[in-house]
Antibody, heavy 121, light 109 residues
Framework: QVQLVESGGGVVQPGGSLRLSCAAS????????MHWVRQAPGKGLEWVAF????????YYADSVKGRFTISRDNSKNTLYLQMNSLRAEDTAVYYC??????????????WGQGTLVTVSS | SYELTQPPSVSVSPGQTARITCSGD??????AYWYQQKPGQAPVLVIY???ERPSGIPERFSGSSSGTTVTLTISGVQAEDEADYYC????????????FGGGTKLTVL
């Protein structure tokens, strides 16, 4: 069965950095694009970033462009999100999600359980 | 514009039909997708490509599209359907974008 397990969340000061990981299993990770989506406390879903199956293309929301970097290691079946210059408004639960169709980008057919990032002094 | 607009809340009694709308200028050219999210849980896909239902999703969930508006319909609403619902669209052929609507809280009275 498909499993996506995020880790790496925690409390960080404004301006700090954090790296999230998403360990994937139960499917051929190297064949699917992957996303990061976040949800601020009590708010809606916000798409953050996408990386194609082979890492050849990466896309970002304007709100994180230049500060966040998505990457993947297909040999380790792991997705990453490097977050730099963190701001209070980056506080959210961060989910990784799998594209449902090879190279289709959407829909997101499987999601992780999320990891909480809190940016606070 | 890549914005999707949903009503903040919809309320229905058990057994009634709930309709949740999602409006966006790009919807005539792009498919819409719907996700259900219950408190403390990750979202679950309930409708894809405007009106297709993934395996395991009850038949009472359906989707439709007309112009710039897509609609998620839940027939014979049950208490367990109380949740937040989000529409989504994406365009990977031109300027890449993935967008969610603001979400609709469905309350079962």
């Amino acid at each position: 069965q498909v499993q996506l397990v995020e880790s790496g969340g925690g409390v960080v000061q404004p301006g700090g950095s954090l790296r999230l990981s998403c360990a994937a299993s139960g499917f051929t990770f190297s064949s699917y694009g992957m996303h990061w989506v976040r949800q601020a406390p009590g708010k809606g879903l916000e798409w953050v970033a996408f990386i194609r199956y082979d890492g050849s293309n990466k896309y970002y929301a304007d709100s994180v462009k230049g500060r966040f970097t998505i990457s993947r290691d297909n040999s380790k079946n792991t997705l990453y999100l490097q977050m730099n210059s963190l701001r209070a408004e980056d506080t959210a639960v961060y989910y990784c999600a799998k594209e449902g169709v090879v190279q289709g980008v959407v829909p997101f057919d499987y999601w992780g359980q999320g990891t909480l990032v809190t940016v606070s002094s | 514009s890549y914005e999707l607009t949903q009503p903040p809340s919809v309320s229905v009694s058990p057994g009634q039909t709930a309709r949740i709308t999602c409006s966006g200028d790009a919807l005539p050219k792009q498919y819409a997708y719907w996700y259900q999210q219950k408190p403390g849980q990750a979202p679950v896909l309930v409708i894809y490509k405007d009106s297709e239902r993934p395996s395991g999703i009850p038949e009472r969930f359906s989707g439709s599209s007309s112009g710039t508006t897509v609609t998620l319909t839940i027939s014979g609403v049950q208490a367990e359907d109380e949740a937040d619902y989000y529409c989504q669209s994406a365009d990977s052929s031109g300027t890449f974008h993935v967008v969610f609507g603001g979400g609709t809280k469905l309350t079962v009275l």
